[in-house]
């Protein structure tokens, strides 16, 4: 058995059948099939290790030697949360769905009329009144042989947000799902389970933000299975900013039919540990993917992006741009992989990884990577590495700007060309505050006194990456 001892399978053998007995849906056959084979999956090879090349750069002992427990909180503790995450509200959206340790909490989630062809709702409810709209879908695309985490989230599947657009049906507000991670005593642990459905012709657009509380261990293991048919438009954003103690898996897995458009937009702003996974599958002509991402890392923060993009049929285009700001000790992960399979004929790739370093402690580890199997292609790929331009810090400050102001200025300005690529509206407006507020106090810090600075200037700022 890889990576986990038995100790460590003995504890998760027990939640699992504690939570199995009670779990929502525990009548359904092939729910309980899909959560049996999950653990099994999961039990079979354990946590993965950095020996495992889809994990080179992270080490997840920390997670694998913590015992963590499944917890619900209590009605008055849920009631103290509401006031904590007002915060979180997003202006002019169609409606917000509020989870707390991956379960739905319907005093905290006031869901508006809908317009007609679209429905929001708890899996876990889906789950107990009207399964067979979710069964074709649910667990069908997600790899839990190729990920242990995605195992994991299988095996304790229960609640989480469900999305159906129906055909034809275009919903100009986004949808705004918050999960919020609450520590215990003990450490604890939460497995939401999201499931997308734009039917065709439809569009779409989905914010899932992540947020904790408390300074015990919490992971927070999620999991999205996004549908798009043929001529959907998708624009999917995931928010990252959990607090040092949270350790944040989150895998997003897209299914794409014919001249399907999927826009995935990720901001990560810290935690312990954080895996950010996106893999799509253009399984239909004429089929197009924008992946774009940023992820800002200061203290002894760990940020993992792993991209895996599949074209699998001919006529697609993919664009993958990812930027990273790192400070202090951070480490930063960017492991982006494109797979044109043999059918896959007159496909056009383009990825890109840029990254801002603003100390000699901060870290990136960068690995562009194509597979190319058919032979009527058109693939690039690239990573660059550096630190703020002297000269374009000089010349802002010889014009009357202090250093702070000026770092922030320039920091701004890298971090805009993720939000240039990102459609006008609530989500994107919310995404510049939180950049703004976050890049404001990395550039408060970025030039702290008793950080060590550089004994000699540096002759070229980046470093292009073959």
Known sequence: MKGIVQEQLGHYVTTFGDFRALAVGSHLPWLGKLREDG???????????????????????????????????????????????????????????????????????????????????????????????????????????????????????????????????????PIHLLFVSVGGEAPTMNHPRNLIVAEEGSEVTVIEEFVSLGKTPVLCNTAT?????????????RIEQENPAVFQISTLRMQQAKSANISSHSLLLGGALVRNNVHPVLAGEGGDCLINGLFLGRDHEHLDNYMLVEHTRPHCESRQFYHGILDDYAHGVFHGRIIVHKDAQKTDAKQTNRNLLLSDDAQIDTKPQLEIFADDVKCTHGATIGQIEEN????????????????????????????DRMKEGPARTHLAELIRDHISRMATTANKPDKPQPETERVSHWEELQ
């Open 39 to 173: 653990f099994a999956q999961f039990a079979e090879t354990g946590f993965p290790s950095t020996s495992v090349e889809d994990w080179r750069f992270t080490n997840v002992a920390p997670i694998a030697k913590t015992e963590f427990q499944l917890v619900h909180l209590q009605d008055e503790e849920l009631l103290a949360i509401g006031a904590q995450i007002e915060s979180c509200r997003i202006p002019d959206t169609a409606c917000r769905l509020v989870f707390v340790n991956g379960h739905f909490v319907q005093e905290l989630s006031p869901i508006a009329s809908l317009p007609r062809g679209v429905f929001a709702a708890s899996l876990a409810a889906q789950l107990a009144e009207n399964s067979q709209h979710l069964e074709p879908h649910l667990g069908r695309y997600l790899n839990t042989k190729r990920d242990p985490f995605c195992a994991l989230n299988t095996a304790f599947l229960e609640d989480g947000a469900f999305i159906e657009i129906r055909r034809g049906t275009a919903l100009e507000a």
């Open 225 to 237: 299975e996004l549908v798009a048919a043929e001529g959907a438009v998708v624009s999917h954003y």
């Open 392 to 419: 374009a810090l000089f010349y802002l400050r010889a014009r009357g700007i202090d250093e702070v102001s000026a770092r922030r200025l320039l920091l701004v300005a890298f971090a805009s060309e993720c939000l």
